[in-house]
């Protein structure tokens, strides 16, 4: 170089200011579109120097550093001008994203997007081409419906058929809090082995077994009876809960069956995201009491075509039940015994006559009502 180019220096430093912003935004480019790193950059490199290190070549030596600056600026120039052509709108974000890297940062607010920011902007043809993203509106929610006493409602998460909602279980002193998912198809409440202990409560052999029909089966389950399950401050007393490990998941401890919700009208708020529960008038708790009770029949004909029935009730449950009725069927006939309140571990028996009706080959009895 001679002393007598005085704009070798100025010409070289504007170059490289500009090269390297260019350099950048190819390379930031080539990374936002899941280019390997090492080959985007040295694709950057040759693209946007190859042809300064060309033309400083060919020059003559005392004006090679003024040829090779004045080129890199021209053709960095070229380069910012031509993106927002096959990439509109993204010439900004591309340089950040490339000085970031060469300055080893990856803070959006820092140096790089700075410097990014202070771009000018692109053509507005270019930027129109660019679909924009729509703000998110969310739209107010809608009042609280009013409530009276024997209502609540309760916040659910999940979507479809797969609704949770918090469940509070108490037995014996003993409280947990957790979320069941909403099974309008489950007769039964369950819940694990493992929540079952925490509440104190250990299944054994001496427990009831029920079938459950559970989506990997049929599966065979202890039922046990539990204190209390509360729905915000609406509360049901001796609730029988079934053994399922399969019914619990990551996010719920087990299902909420009909023996709990068919206590209530549910009302599902979607704006609100919450399921209202309304207690109901009168609530027959035979799905609670039925694996607790041990109903027997002995059917007598007599001479001129009475009929006698005697029922046997045996409460197996330390819960005294208030009401009971058997219902007896004998083809299309049908008729209710009841069987009043039956104390914790006794048995009641209950003689009836059958009012007069057609022969049938056999009688069946079930428990039909019965409240705790």
């Not at 090492?38 to 020059?59: E, R």
């Not at 609540?152 to 998460?157: F, G, M, Q, T």
């Not at 069956?257 to 209530?264: A, K, P």
């Not at 549910?266 to 607790?292: G, H, K, Q, W, Y």
């Amino acid at each position: 170089m001679r002393r007598n180019d005085p704009l070798a220096i100025p010409a070289l430093l504007l170059g490289l200011a500009a090269g390297v912003m260019a350099w950048a935004a190819v390379l930031g480019l080539g990374v936002t579109r899941r280019g390997e790193p090492v080959v985007v950059a040295l694709t950057a490199t040759v693209l946007v120097f190859g042809p300064a290190l060309a033309v400083g070549a060919a020059a003559a030596w005392e004006k090679r550093l003024s040829k090779m600056g004045g080129m890199m600026l021209a053709w960095s120039a070229f380069v910012f001008l031509l993106l927002p052509v096959y990439f509109p709108g993204e010439r900004r974000d591309a340089v950040a994203t490339g000085l970031a890297i060469l300055l080893g940062s990856h803070e959006d607010d820092g140096m790089a997007r700075s410097v990014a920011d202070v771009l000018p902007d692109e053509p507005e043809i270019a930027v129109a081409q660019v679909p924009q993203a729509r703000p998110v509106e969310v739209a107010p929610l809608p009042p609280a419906q009013p409530l009276d006493d024997h209502a609540i409602a309760l916040p659910y998460e999940g979507e479809g058929r797969r609704l949770s909602v918090p469940v509070v279980f108490e037995h014996d002193g003993r409280t947990l809090e957790t979320f069941m998912m909403l099974d309008t198809g489950a007769t039964y409440t369950t819940l694990p082995s493992e929540v079952l202990a925490r509440l104190g409560i250990f299944p054994s052999d001496r427990d009831p077994e029920l079938t459950l029909n559970t989506a990997n089966g049929p599966r065979t389950a202890r039922v046990v009876l539990l204190d209390t399950v509360w729905l915000g401050d609406l509360y049901l007393d001796g609730v029988a809960i079934t053994t399922c490990e399969d019914c619990a998941s990551d996010d719920n401890a087990g299902l909420l069956g009909l023996n709990v919700t068919g206590g209530y009208n549910m009302t599902i708020d979607a704006d609100r995201r919450e399921v209202v529960f309304t207690a109901r008038r009168s609530f027959n708790r035979r799905l609670d009491v039925r694996p607790f009770a041990d109903l027997q029949a002995r059917f007598q004909r007599y001479p001129g075509g009475r009929v006698e029935v005697e029922v046997d009730l045996d409460n197996r449950s330390a819960r005294p039940v208030h009401q009971a009725a058997a219902r007896v069927t004998c083809g299309e006939a049908e008729w209710m015994v009841d069987l009043g309140a039956i104390a914790p571990r006794q048995l009641t028996q209950v003689r009836r006559r059958l009012p007069r009706h057609d022969r049938c080959p056999s009688y069946q009895i079930a428990l039909e009502e019965a409240v705790w």
